[in-house]
């Protein structure tokens, strides 16, 4: 496989659409009104971050 088809592969776009979704959530729950929300969005969008740059680099290489 060389570096286009790799770069034009499916499955990292599927992972960038995933990431941000989760990342969006996380920052949606920034405005929700319970005891943790701070901590428990700040961990969800981290983890929407995470998601996005293993997607970006897997399309860079």
């Given amino acids: ?5 790799n ?4 499955g ?5 659409v995933l990431a941000i979704v ?4 996380g920052v949606y729950l920034r405005f929700a009104d319970f005891h943790y ?3 428990v969005s700040n961990i ?3 983890i929407g971050v995470l998601l996005a740059l293993k997607s970006i680099f897997a399309i860079l290489k």
């Fill in 1 to 5: 496989m060389n570096s286009t088809e």
């Fill in 7 to 10: 770069a034009n592969a499916e």
């Fill in 12 to 16: 990292h776009y599927k992972l960038m």
């Fill in 22 to 25: 989760i990342g969006t959530i």
């Fill in 37 to 39: 929300s701070s901590i």
């Fill in 44 to 46: 969800i969008l981290i």
